[in-house]
């Protein structure tokens, strides 16, 4: 098969790209160049970040030792307008996105797909760590990585059965630590150094706040209450807090710790309540994707709202206009934009995007 695989100068992708030209298929290595956060302190790029001369320049390397063709596909413009945007926009609101998911559905696996097509490519592989099933009715089912501590399938809910039949996932069924020592018999450098890229790949610093202060002016302070409405202190603006949230809040002299439970945008205050009573079980989904079919409306299912959270039991109100999600037992950091993944054993059912009940107007 002729592979676009998607390259980042990192090992992951370097392993992908040799393990499919080893086994005989015809690699292509592109690297996306994403924006560039023109703001940003010069002396942090690159710590953390992709998309650097040092990754492109790495990643050019690896394609020519395998005797690949390497391009670099501007998508700057499609990542400012899909990506970045929308992200700042919907923090403006209040709100917690996830920019990773909208990056695969739009970017990664829409974008670069595209670009495999128009190089003639029958597939495009990435260094994601999930697997891909094909059963005998020629239907894909998208699974958690064998490696359950890299798993990164929660990001790629949006996946559909037009797009998972031209995915290949060459490290779902490695452990890191085989995909590590396989680098080093393919002789691709590792630092000695090394740290994993992390998942946001725009910023260089590890929370969003510094990104957030750079873009969005002139944001209000307001309230800290109880949800009795007593004021117990001032926050620095909606956008710099997570639902969920303990650390960071400016508010001391209290026995028991408080969470941020919900923000209040009309009003700008920032509740929060003790540990504990910050927990909720019901949130409303939208756009809503079923990999491979819409459950049954009376089906048991498990959920995870994060990333690296466990997934929760919880029942659905599947044919409504905005499915109600409601969780067996309470849980913590029921954010809106952010998304809920649904699960049966290791595979993804599906994932929509949170709508806390009291933004829904």
Not at 114 to 138: P, S
Not at 148 to 158: A, P, R, T, V
Request: hydrophobic share 35%; charged share 25%.
């Amino acid at each position: 098969m002729k592979i676009l695989v998607a390259m980042s100068g990192g090992i992951d992708s370097s392993t992908v790209a040799h393990l499919l030209k080893n086994n005989g298929h015809e690699v292509i290595g592109a690297m996306m160049q994403l924006w560039e956060d023109p703001l940003e302190d010069c002396t942090n790029i690159g710590k953390t970040k992709c998309c650097t001369p040092e990754h492109f320049e790495k990643a050019k390397i690896v394609c020519k030792s395998i005797g690949a063709p390497f391009h670099i596909l501007d998508m700057e413009e499609e990542f400012l307008e899909e990506v970045i945007k929308p992200f700042l926009e919907s923090y403006k609101k209040g709100k917690t996105p996830n920019p990773c998911i909208t990056c695969n559905k739009l970017i990664k696996f829409g974008a670069f797909l595209k670009q495999a097509k128009a190089l003639g490519c029958d597939a495009i592989a990435t260094g994601h760590y999930a697997r891909i099933f094909k059963d005998d009715l020629n239907v894909y089912h998208l699974l958690k990585a064998k490696d359950e501590s890299k798993d990164q399938s929660y990001f790629l809910y949006n996946l559909t059965q037009e797009i998972l039949k031209y995915v290949i996932f060459p490290l779902g069924d490695l452990q890191k630590k085989e995909v590590l020592n396989i680098a080093k018999e393919l002789n691709i450098p590792i630092p000695e150094t090394y740290k994993e890229s992390q998942d946001i790949c725009f910023y260089s610093e590890n929370e969003p706040t510094e990104f957030l202060k750079r873009y969005l002016k002139n944001v209000p302070e307001g309230n800290i209450c109880t949800e009795d409405g007593e004021i117990v202190g001032k926050h620095m603006g909606l956008p710099y807090y997570t639902i969920g949230q303990r650390k960071r809040l400016g508010v001391g002299g209290l026995k028991i710790p408080l969470h941020v439970k919900r923000k209040d945008a009309n009003t700008n205050t920032l509740y929060t309540a003790p540990t504990g009573a910050d927990f909720e079980s019901e949130l409303y989904v939208d756009q809503l994707n079923w990999i491979v079919g819409v459950p049954d409306n009376k089906s048991k299912l498990f959920a995870s709202i994060n990333s690296k959270g466990n997934t929760k039991e919880c029942n659905m109100e599947i044919f409504s206009s905005l499915p109600k999600v409601t969780f067996k037992s309470p849980i913590r950091g029921i954010a809106d934009d952010q998304s809920i993944v649904f699960y049966k054993d290791k595979e993804v059912l599906g994932g929509g995007i949170i709508v806390r009940p009291e933004s829904i107007i």
